[in-house]
């Protein structure tokens, strides 16, 4: 990680340009929501066809467990549909990463494609401050991976 410029993070040698994090909810110390901005940063030329999001299919009622889910959203969700290898890690990660789902849109204005995941934290632990990032809820490195390839994707379907 290289240059913090506010709320951003810009990242060297990845598809990913730039990271953003915001909390919403949660008071100081209640139960709150991260939502996580991976951005690739393009020319605005073609940048509003870069929509897609996840449809999820679940099970169970309480659980609501992810079992499958597709990409809706034109040519970049229909790129995503076919990477079966992508599918298998991300249905991993949203398991056993309590994200619900992910959706990727474009930023015109500022010439961003962000793909956004957000995660639920029940409750802090004492020691966090509410200006600190619980450590838990950061992305782990495999689900880092699982959105730089996404963001692969995103950089090839602009190329088209």
């Known amino acids: 990680m290289v240059d913090e410029e506010g709320d951003r993070v810009a990242l060297n040698g990845q598809e990913i340009d730039v990271v953003k994090v915001r909390r919403s909810g949660g008071g100081e110390y209640g139960p709150?929501?991260?939502s996580f901005y991976y951005g690739i940063c393009r020319n605005?030329?073609?940048?509003?066809?870069?929509?897609a999001r996840m449809k999820n299919e679940t099970k169970g009622l309480l659980g609501r467990e992810i079992v499958d889910f597709k990409w809706v959203g034109g040519e970049l969700a229909n790129k995503l549909n076919g990477d079966e290898v992508l599918k298998e890690l991300l249905l991993q990660q949203l398991r056993t990463d309590?994200?619900?789902r992910v959706e990727i849109f474009p930023d015109k204005k500022a010439r961003v494609i962000w793909i956004t995941t957000s995660k639920y934290v029940s409750l802090f632990p004492k020691s966090v401050t509410p200006f600190s990032i619980p450590?838990?809820?950061m992305p782990s490195e495999s689900s880092f991976r699982v959105y730089n390839t996404i963001a692969?994707?995103?950089r090839k379907c602009m190329h088209h």
């Open 44 to 51: 605005a030329k073609g940048i509003e066809r870069m929509k």
């Open 135 to 137: 450590e838990d809820i």
């Open 98 to 100: 309590v994200r619900e």
């Open 32 to 34: 709150a929501s991260y």
């Open 152 to 154: 692969k994707h995103v």
